[in-house]
């Protein structure tokens, strides 16, 4: 069965802090890989498209990396707007995304 | 340009009471797509159409119903709402199907 798993839950930074989330996935076929952003009470927020394993996206303090069966959103030198909900998905067969549960990040300053 | 709007934001119903929820997009995209979130479960996809006039099912469709009459709209309809059906209801719409842009979100309470 097809199954995306984020990790961790949860995770709380302080301002400057470097960290990853981890996007493991089970998907026979991967087609591509999503990255999401939400905000409490909005709806998600497309940032990172990945098709194939060693590609890397970035944008500002963000860079997404993938694998044959995870993918990576590495945060550098987080800021408190940063903190947000951060969901992956993946393509697969019927072109339909599958979510993972997301982690929520929190940036203290 | 409004992107993706939902009508309406919040809505309370009694079980068995019908209601339907209204998607707009302004950006000529051909797909659409309907997701509930609750707690612990992520994104599951109710229903989806790839075009005018047409619809499929996604991973969790039962007791819900879809049209897509218009280009532009996408409805979801509850016709005898459930304590289960309580959740954050959120429409997407696409060029193509994997980079969706989202509404704003429907917080529905089943009573």
């Known amino acids: 069965e097809d199954q995306v798993t984020q990790s961790p839950e949860a995770l709380r930074l302080q301002e400057g802090e470097s960290s990853s989330l981890n996007c493991s996935y089970t998907?026979?076929?991967?087609?591509?890989l999503f990255w999401y952003r939400q905000d409490p009470g909005k709806g998600p927020e497309f940032l990172f498209t990945?098709?194939?394993a060693g590609e890397e996206k970035e944008k500002e303090r963000l860079k997404a990396t993938l694998t044959k069966k995870e993918s990576f959103l590495h945060i550098t030198a987080p800021k408190p707007e940063d903190s947000a909900t951060y969901l992956c998905?993946?393509?697969?067969?019927?072109?339909?995304?599958?979510f993972g549960g997301g982690t929520r990040l929190m940036v203290k300053p | 340009n409004a992107g993706v709007t939902q009508t309406p934001k919040f809505r309370v119903l009694k079980t068995g009471q019908s209601m339907t929820l209204l998607c707009a997009q302004d950006?000529?995209?051909?797909?659409m797509y309907w997701y509930r979130q609750d707690p612990g479960m992520g994104l599951r996809l109710i229903h989806y159409?790839?075009?005018?006039?047409?619809?499929a099912k996604g991973e969790v469709p039962d007791g819900y119903n879809v049209s897509r009459l218009k280009k532009q709209n996408f409805l979801l309809g509850l016709e005898s709402a459930a304590p289960s059906q309580t959740s954050v209801y959120f429409c997407?719409?696409?060029?193509?199907?994997?980079?969706?842009?989202f509404g704003p979100g429907t917080r529905l309470t089943v009573t």
């Open positions: 159409s790839v075009g005018e006039g047409t619809t």
């Open positions: 990945l098709y194939s």
């Open positions: 950006m000529n995209h051909e797909y």
């Open positions: 997407a719409s696409s060029t193509i199907p994997y980079e969706q842009y």
């Open positions: 998907v026979s076929g991967l087609r591509g």
């Open positions: 998905a993946v393509v697969k067969a019927g072109n339909m995304l599958t």
